[in-house]
């Protein structure tokens, strides 16, 4: 049976309120696969993430989410997202509150008080990162890696399937660089499928399946990693 994907577009076409952005882009990514996402500034990486994530409409085409198009998804626990580091501003919060943030979209209605399957959750992230030591400093005090880890704790903490990462090694230092890799290319053995969004490789090149290029919004290169 043909397997279906987490990820696909089908001739998807966005235009952000002028000429298209993103022009006939289709690609169809496997669950347990992990990828990158290549381009330049303006090449329209960021705005294929937000229309994977429901944030800007189609002009034409579909994106879909575990066969089912986005405009319809519902199961949003699922996925994971973890923003670039540099557009995050969390101030007065701790560690581990920032990761416990993550439990929000489990949670039926969401303002329920945190339950015992939301703190092992939580735990079970902290830990994964290596940040379980660090849960009561605030997040604004950390380094860039520190606070790198943390929003991918807090991503991992909705236990989802697919994990989708906005430049998750910009603006840290190579040897957090290679120990972060260290650790998504293990979140990726557990089955989880990544897709991460990079200007450059860097440590996570040897680890990446697949890489998608775009430039001035077209595929341009969907390459299988050597």
Same mark, same amino acid.
């Given at each position: 049976m043909p ?12 235009a ?11 690609f ?12 330049g ?13 429901? #944030? ?5 085409g579909s ?6 198009p986005?405009?319809k998804? !519902?199961?949003?626990s ?9 557009a995050v501003?969390?101030?007065a ?9 993550? !439990?929000l979209?489990? !949670?039926?209605?969401?303002?329920? !008080? ?12 902290l830990d994964? #990162? ?14 860039g @890696?520190q606070?790198?880890?943390?929003l991918?704790?807090?991503?991992l903490a909705g236990?989802?399937? /697919?994990l989708? #990462?906005?430049e998750?090694l910009? @603006?840290?230092?190579v ?7 260290a650790?998504?290319?293990?979140l ?5 499928? /990544?897709?991460?969004? #990079?200007h450059?490789? @860097?440590p996570?090149?040897?680890?990446l399946?697949r890489?998608?290029?775009?430039d001035q ?9 050597a």
């Amino acid at each position: 049976m043909p397997v279906t994907p987490a990820v696909a577009a089908d001739d998807l076409t966005v235009a952000l309120g002028g000429p298209p952005v993103l022009r006939e882009i289709s690609f169809a990514i496997d669950p347990a696969s992990y990828v990158g996402l290549f381009g330049g500034n303006g090449s329209g990486k960021t705005t294929l993430v937000r229309t994977l994530l429901g #944030l800007v409409r189609p002009e034409a085409g579909s994106a879909s989410l575990f066969g089912t198009p986005v405009g319809k998804f !519902r199961n949003w626990s699922r996925i994971g997202y973890v923003p670039q580091r540099t557009a995050v501003s969390i101030d007065a919060a701790t560690v581990g509150e920032v990761v416990a943030s993550g !439990r929000l979209a489990r !949670r039926r209605p969401f303002f329920l !008080r945190a339950g015992r399957a939301d703190r092992e959750a939580t735990d079970e992230a902290l830990d994964r #990162l290596g940040i379980s030591g660090l849960a009561d400093r605030e997040f604004a005090a950390l380094s860039g @890696g520190q606070q790198q880890r943390t929003l991918i704790a807090r991503a991992l903490a909705g236990r989802p399937e /697919l994990l989708i #990462l906005d430049e998750p090694l910009a @603006g840290i230092d190579v040897e957090s660089q290679e120990s972060l890799a260290a650790t998504l290319a293990a979140l990726h053995d557990d089955g989880r499928t /990544l897709l991460a969004v #990079l200007h450059e490789p @860097g440590p996570l090149g040897p680890s990446l399946q697949r890489r998608l290029v775009l430039d001035q919004g077209r595929l341009v290169a969907d390459e299988v990693s050597a």
